[in-house]
């Protein structure tokens, strides 16, 4: 439980409430692969703006959750944001990926989801 992620802030927001927590686990569940897979479609097709949006739309549940990737995922939405042309945000995005796909594993595993 919680290697690749972290509830500290999670239990601080929910006050303790596990009920909630299982909640909160739940959204990102719906919410974050599928973002994450909109993210990686966009920064493939060069769509600067579909990229900034999935991204900025998956930071506040990325460091709520504490995936350690915050910074990285900064890297790919400001690329989206600022259309910057001729750089490589691919390593940032993989880094992003792998938390995710790590994280959704382990909540499903720790709250029976």
């Known amino acids: 439980m919680e290697q690749h992620y972290k509830l500290n802030r999670v239990k601080e927001l929910a006050d303790n409430d596990m009920d909630f927590i299982k909640a909160l686990a739940e959204a990102f569940l719906e919410e974050v692969p599928e973002d994450a897979e909109r993210l990686k479609n966009a920064v493939a097709a060069t769509d600067y703006r579909e990229a900034y949006q999935a991204a900025h739309k998956m930071k506040p549940t990325i460091d709520l959750f504490e995936?350690?990737?915050?910074?990285?995922?900064?890297?790919?939405?400001?690329?989206?944001?600022?259309?910057?042309?001729?750089?490589?945000?691919?390593?940032?995005?993989?880094?992003?990926?792998?938390?995710?796909?790590?994280?959704?594993?382990?909540?499903k595993e720790d709250f029976n989801l």
Do not use: H
């Open 67 to 107: 995936l350690g990737v915050l910074k990285d995922l900064i890297v790919v939405q400001d690329w989206g944001k600022f259309e910057k042309v001729g750089e490589d945000c691919t390593k940032e995005l993989q880094l992003v990926l792998t938390a995710v796909d790590n994280a959704t594993s382990e909540l």
